[in-house]
């Protein structure tokens, strides 16, 4: 029984150490994580929406999104996470809507795992200030190895066609789910 | 003459995680993240460094403790201080370096599972003095950093034409993608380890004659 | 249903071992037979499924709820070494055949990246209790495919004449490195 006593004790002992050292570090972390965090959702909401003053997230049902002022109070657009699936793994976006919903002021790409070199691309500039000024009814849609000639179009990167759908269609579902919401 | 075999002994024990006893040449530990994280130097370099330590702050206090735990519980009471340093590694990258927490993913927790530090807990800091435990592990732990450092390199030059960020090929030379893909990691530490292995070969081969 | 689209991604589109580089050791390792590979792989496969379940209860229940976020690889990680500890004590009792057959390999599985990877990933995509179950059944059987193939491989492997630098752990490496780029021809498979 000694022995096992002497065991457990010992067991607990570390772990108590462990869990004490472990809340002292995370509580002077977790600050600093957290202002990371406000700070990289803040760049990416001023990414995309422009002439921002003030946002404030909402959250409705299951949607996040934030609700962009301006100085004088207005509502200038939204910001709208928004994630799915890609070709290789998950892809996140911001996207900027004006406050009617029918147009994009611009969109993120914050994070993906695609192909580097052919579906990582999307996170290029050129590829992302396409979308400013894309019209989102009936739907945004894409077109390959040419200019778009469609004011709801743009133009995927070159070979790297799933990636460049994706984006489209995970923009296109979360502004459908977002009109029903507002 | 005791002095003299101990600073021999020393030296011995620091230098031989680099070729002798590699973690990853030879010892064949820690692949999981030597193939993931080695699509660039920086990411390299930063698990090494996060390795380096979180393996000499484990061994310094399993040494420390050695004599204190039961046999029988040794195995757990390593993980818990190994994953104790891992914790806050990830929780500094996480507050002070945020890209390359990301970059890294969730191969900075999974150092808690690397074979090299519970191995060399097992193997070394929990029969070995202090000092020796702690030069042990900067060895085999500033070994796995080169390595990491080079296998890095490589795949960085070919997959992307920089080194550490910087452009060393020009715009004529077309990036081998498959170099930052899965088959890149595992053929390139393939041959790698078949250089090392050519290599002892010869060296065997000269001491010999 | 997204419970089949976690399953098939686990087993061949994102497989952990081709894909996300975990469980390497053991696959370097163990593959030189496909006698140990299966069983060293049904091995993993139920420590998985297993870790998976309590994983998610303690993520759920204690972590979260008690809001120490923090303590996540330390309480994963010691409830991964229990579980193995319990999973060999009980096939010990249980099937001496089926304790001879994996022995070695049991203590080993605690330091495969591949549990602890599975239980982190689980958290971080926030699944519900039975995705995170289909997802462990999944890696695992993805685990012991790979394991499975390259042991097939390596057999065959011991009649070529593979040059002297290269035997052993480095021509393995190689050919996981073909079977990886032949693994990525199931990317895409789910699609948006």
């Known amino acids: 029984m000694n022995r096992r006593l002497k065991m457990l004790l010992i067991m607990t002992l570390f772990a108590c150490i462990s869990g004490g050292v472990l809340s002292l570090v995370y509580l002077i972390s977790a600050p600093l994580i957290e202002a990371n965090m406000l700070e990289e959702e803040r760049r990416s909401i001023l990414n995309v929406v422009p002439g921002i003053d003030s946002y404030e997230e909402r959250i409705e049902g299951e949607m996040k999104y934030f609700e962009c002022k301006d100085a004088s109070g207005f509502v200038v657009g939204y910001a709208l996470p928004a994630k799915g699936n890609g070709y290789q793994g998950v892809i996140k976006l911001m996207v900027g809507l004006t406050p009617d919903l029918s147009e994009i002021t611009g969109i993120s790409v914050l994070e993906q795992v695609e192909t580097p070199g052919l579906g990582g691309r999307i996170s290029e500039q050129v590829f992302q200030d396409q979308f400013q000024g894309i019209k989102t009814e009936p739907a945004v849609g894409y077109v390959k190895n040419q200019a778009p000639d469609k004011d709801t179009d743009i133009q995927a990167v070159t070979g790297a066609t799933i990636s460049s759908r994706s984006v489209v269609t995970i923009i296109n579902r979360n502004i459908v789910k977002f009109r029903e919401i507002l | ?209 | ?192």
């Open chain 3, 1 to 192: 249903m997204e419970v089949i689209l976690i399953f098939i991604s686990a087993v061949l589109v994102n497989n952990f071992v081709l894909s996300y580089f975990l469980g390497i050791c053991p696959f370097i390792g163990v593959s030189e037979r496909i006698e140990s590979s299966v069983s060293m792989g049904f091995a993993v496969t139920f420590v998985l499924t297993l870790s998976a379940a309590i994983t998610w209860l303690i993520n759920n229940y204690i972590l979260i709820a008690f809001n120490v976020p923090f303590l996540q690889y330390v309480s994963f990680i010691i409830v991964i070494a229990a579980l193995v500890q319990f999973v060999e004590m009980f096939i010990r009792k249980t099937s001496k055949t089926l304790y001879y057959a994996l022995g070695i390999y049991l203590p080993l599985i605690t330091t495969n990246c591949a549990i602890l990877g599975l239980a982190l990933f689980g958290a971080l995509r926030a699944y519900s209790f039975i995705e995170n179950i289909v997802f462990g059944i999944g890696a695992g059987l993805g685990f012991t495919l790979a394991l499975v193939i390259m042991a097939g491989i390596r057999e065959e492997l011991d009649l070529a004449d593979v040059p002297e630098p290269l035997k052993g752990a480095a021509i393995t490496l190689i050919i996981a490195g073909l079977l990886a780029l032949a693994f990525m021809g199931f990317a895409g498979l789910i699609s948006v």
């Open chain 2, 1 to 209: 003459m005791a002095a003299k075999d101990d600073r021999k002994s020393v030296g011995v024990e620091f230098v031989k995680g680099f070729w002798k006893e590699n973690p990853i040449l030879v010892m064949l530990l820690g692949m999981c993240p030597t193939l993931a994280v080695t699509t660039s130097v920086i990411n390299g370099l930063t698990m090494g460094l996060a390795v380096v330590f979180v393996l000499t702050c484990s061994s310094l206090i399993v040494s420390i403790v050695r004599n204190i735990i039961p046999k029988q519980v040794r195995i757990p009471v390593f993980i818990v201080i190994i994953a104790t340093f891992v914790t806050m590694v990830d929780l500094f990258l996480k507050a002070f370096l945020l890209d390359l927490s990301k970059a890294l993913g969730p191969f900075i927790p999974l150092i808690v599972v690397n074979c090299i530090i519970l191995g060399r807990a097992e193997a070394f800091a929990s029969k070995k003095g202090v000092f020796l435990s702690v030069v042990d592990a900067l060895g085999v732990s500033f070994g796995f950093t080169i390595t990491l450092v080079i296998l890095g390199g490589i795949r960085e030059v070919l997959g992307m034409r920089t080194f550490f960020g910087h452009p060393v090929l020009g715009e004529g030379f077309e990036p081998w993608i498959v170099m930052l893909l899965p088959p890149g990691a595992f053929i390139t530490l393939g041959l790698l380890l078949g250089v090392k292995n050519s290599i002892d070969k010869r060296l065997k081969e000269k001491r010999s004659r």
